[in-house]
């Protein structure tokens, strides 16, 4: 069964094109016009060893917003169309990543069941370019689109660059470990029987 997908979205704002396959190895070619979220994006596929393209281009002029939520939008719309009927799936995935003195937890359930919890230190301010409140609007765009509940807690940091870095390595690898076949699964991973 082959996971891969493409989705092309275009707004008066962004213009998207992206593709995923879930049992890549890590290969990435990614530029959204703001340097500091290519790098982050492209930690999130190389730790997920997701194979992953996206090309955008968004009102960037006006802010990083429509652009960073709009990829949020296409990325979790990718993972959905790649689960197919998610069959067979572990479905649970959990990573806790330290990057020097911080450390997060991502965890999240393919339940198709969309929620987003989201603590992240007050004091966060601008990479580069980036918002980094942007992280926040990233996600909850990423987890509705892509059927999960997803929990990310920043335990403790003081770098905005590290906390946001540990995020999506940690979401990468808890993505991974959520989307992996596992052949003693016949069917759904849940007692309604569908997910």
């Known amino acids: 069964m082959k996971r891969l997908t493409r989705i092309e979205r275009n707004t008066s704002e962004t213009r998207i094109s992206a593709t995923i396959d879930l049992d890549g190895s890590g290969n990435r070619d990614i530029s959204t016009g703001i340097p500091f979220f290519d790098h982050m994006l492209d930690l999130f596929a190389r730790h997920g060893f997701f194979d992953l393209t996206i090309h955008a281009e968004g009102d960037i002029g006006v802010d990083n917003h429509h652009t960073v939520e709009d ?27 330290p990057m020097d003195e911080t450390l997060s937890e991502v965890s999240l359930d393919l339940s198709n069941r969309p929620y987003l919890v989201c603590h992240m230190p007050e004091h966060m301010g601008v990479c580069g370019t980036f918002d980094t409140r942007d992280v926040k609007e990233f996600l909850r765009a990423f987890a509705s689109k892509g059927g999960m509940n997803l929990h990310v807690n920043v335990r403790y940091g003081e770098n905005d660059h590290h906390i946001v870095e540990s995020v999506f390595k940690g979401l990468g690898r808890a993505l991974d470990q959520a989307v992996s076949l596992d052949k003693r699964i016949t069917g759904h991973l849940s007692t309604k029987g569908m997910i």
């Open 71 to 97: 990829i949020g939008i296409v990325l979790g719309s990718l993972v959905n169309d790649a689960l197919g009927d998610r069959k067979g799936i572990v479905r649970y995935g959990h990573a806790v990543t």
